[in-house]
């Protein structure tokens, strides 16, 4: 169900122009109703143009249009083609069915008439205009007015559609009747052909065309001049406010009875108030102020300023003017959820802008797409933030209130966009370091366990080297013994005189011997061996040397014993890491 408050208005339109209805709330703009007002009814064509943001559309919505409503002779069409969207490519019109479809939505077709069946299929922009005064046939001296607004759009669609509506347009404004209806009527006849009928088909309709132009996309319009030579002849420039007429402006609205038909209660700004809103955006050369910056304050104001309990507006109140459009915009977004929040940044800040200029898409296309609802689109267009326009095919269409709002929300998406990437880049920066510390903790751990072997091997070849001098005293004991063993036995066989027991214990004492000198060798042998093995276990060429070298020394103890099995064993040890060495 409808809310009372939802069915009210506010006192400035803020990011959208001023509609048909706005009249009352329309001021500071009378001069330029009266002075393009006379253009109009002077001349056939008129080009009005002025920077973005001056109040072109408000100008013919709220100031001119409402002077033709009270005309019961005249008609009038607002036509607006959005821009071209390659997203919506499948569903979108041409200018040129944009305009016929619109000029046919008023007519009555007569399928018995003779006019209609005079030329089957006819589809042209002077056949609508004919049929719009057949339908009005009854209203003497009927004028046709149709408005362009925001005409720089057409020159968005592909060439080759700009260039076909300006075919049609040359023979809808400088044709009294085409070739084939002429060649048709003096070639053949018609029983049908009466005196009404030929008055009416040489009848030149009184015909008004308004075409609204950002004045640094004028130039574009010379695209049509080789067909409408005359396009450019009649030129009406809007300026920005004076000062005189920004106050107006911003102060008459506020003043109008709530009488339940405002949001807002009655207001009113003091002198320090408007002057700083007027210094804050007025133009430093001329002291001028853009219409659409004006409204966009003053909306904001009225949104967020104005209760029941707050009907004076002080300087104090107003903050920093120069950062109001994006104060505006992110207001809007501050009133929804985080969620809702994100999807419509995504919609207004990547798909309904490009660089500043607006993108129009339709409803079921943003339903769809993005998967918002109806409910956050009805609420970003009463914010006017975006607003909302029925296309020729009966879409809704949503875009960007105004090109002052497209320009805030696009200096905001950059920003975003520039945070993100140094964000992204700090990221990366971190990931890198963090990389960096990684790795010199992972050769730091890799030196300490090199170091940790090596210890543990030094102290393993400690300890058997301790263990070797334990043998070591061990064998000179047992060889002690062995020679006061010997000793005795030699006194002993000396009392024998059979020789042949002398050479046998003297030859029994001389392996005595030769196995001491080789235990003692395969002692210091297996000490030398267990520091190659040591050395062989630790990564380095340095320590494969000296392994090497350990090896050899063992290997040289052992000189005496080359059958020997450990001596055998030193030797592949030491081809072994000559090999490894070469490889």
Known sequence: MEKVHDRLKNRYPGG????????????????????????????????????????????????????????????????????FSQKEKGFTLFPLDKVIARLSEPVKLDVTSVFYNLVPGENSLWYWIKQNQLTRRETPNLRIVIFFEQFEELFTYPKEEVLRFSEYLSEMLNTTMPDRYRQIIDDFGHPGFDNDFYSFINQKPDLRVVFAIRADRLSQMNMLSSRNPSILQCCYELEALSLADAKSTITEPAKLPQTNVFKSPTFYYNDKALKKILDGIANV???????????????????????????LITAKDLGDITNIFQQYYESVLDKLSPPVRGKAENLIENELIDGERRNALGGDYIKSKFKITQKLLNALEQSSLLKRERDISGRFMYEIGHDTIAA??????????????????????????????????????????????????????????????????????????????????????????NETKLKASQARFADSLKNERRLKAITNALELMYYGDSYANVNGANASQNAINSYQSALDTMKNFPNDTLFKKLQRKINDLNEEAHK
Request: glycine share 6%.
């Open 285 to 311: 050369q001329d002291g001028k102020v853009e219409a659409a910056t004006l409204q966009i304050i003053c909306r904001h104001i009225e949104d967020n300023l104005i209760n029941e309990n707050h009907g």
């Open 408 to 497: 805030a929300v696009n200096r905001v998406a950059q920003k975003k966009k520039l945070l993100k990437i140094e964000q992204e880049r700090q990221d990366r920066e971190q990931l890198v370091l963090q990389q960096e510390v990684d790795k010199n903790l992972k050769l730091e751990q890799e030196a300490k366990d090199r170091e940790s072997q090596l210890m543990a091997g030094q102290l393993h070849a400690k300890e058997l080297k301790r263990r070797v001098k334990v043998r070591e005293i061990t064998i000179w004991v047992i060889g002690i013994f062995t020679l006061i063993f010997g000793g005795v036995l030699f006194a002993l066989l000396n009392s024998v005189t």
């Open 16 to 83: 959208q122009p001023f509609s048909e209805n706005d009249e009352q709330l329309f001021f500071g703009r009378q001069r330029d109703v009266i002075e393009l007002g006379k253009l109009i009814e002077a001349k056939q064509t008129v080009v009005l143009f002025s920077k973005s943001g001056y109040g072109k559309s408000s100008l013919i919505n709220a100031g001119i249009i409402p002077t033709l409503r009270g005309k019961n002779n005249v008609l009038y069409f607002s036509i607006k083609f959005n821009n």
